[in-house]
């Protein structure tokens, strides 16, 4: 059976890489990824062979990989973060579908909410909604239901790809929207190039917020309620010391 592993690399550093990620890896002949990707992986594994495609052409290079499998080579497809998160997984799988000699097999990855909430410490420790500002595949009449919708729920978001060369608008949009159904003092926070050079993460306001320089590294948390700031910190409370309190 020919082997497809697709796989989360999580933010970039080897030491956020899970390690049946490294496993995998280690057990491939050929990584396909984007050129961004397979460079972060590169110094780790530098006997593999590598294959990538521009950004832009993710069915091409989700194809190069089941073509590089079918042709016998332990192939790793890589994403950053988690495969199944904005990543390639589904991609592979919809190609891959009723070809019986290939077994594609998930690697999951820490993703961008879970590594760039570590970095600014427990914004989303109740519910939350992950939502990416891209219009590229989704219309963004779509994205602004679900950025109201979310609000109104009093859910903690984790916001992905929040502003681009081609949309440097769309994080201060959303926000507009947000403050709708928000407070402006609203405890919010930005995760920048989450576990590479130049890491950075910082706390402010929803009103804030809305006129921050985001760009494609940064993931931005938009907090509920309970949601609160505390020294460099944001923290949205699970509920356990107000259920302690009662119980006392």
Known sequence: MNKLYVVGIGPGSAEDMTLRATKALENADVIVGYQVYNDLVRPLFPDKEYLQTPMRQETQRCQMAIDTALAGKITAM????????????SLVLELSEGIRDIDVEIVPGVTAALSGGALLGAPLGHDFAVISLSD??????????????????????????PASHKRPDYLKRACEILLEYLPPETACG???????ENEFSKTMTLEELKNYPADMFTTVF???????????????PRGYRSKEDKDA
């Open 78 to 89: 890589i994403c950053s973060g988690d495969a199944g998160v904005y990543g390639m997984a």
């Open 136 to 161: 590229a595949l989704t219309p963004w009449e779509m994205i602004e239901q679900r950025l109201r919708l979310s609000a109104k729920a009093g859910l903690c978001l984790a916001i992905y790809n």
């Open 190 to 196: 930005v995760a920048a190039n989450i576990g590479r």
């Open 222 to 236: 938009v907090g509920s309620a309970s949601t609160r700031i505390s020294g460099e910190k944001l923290i949205t």
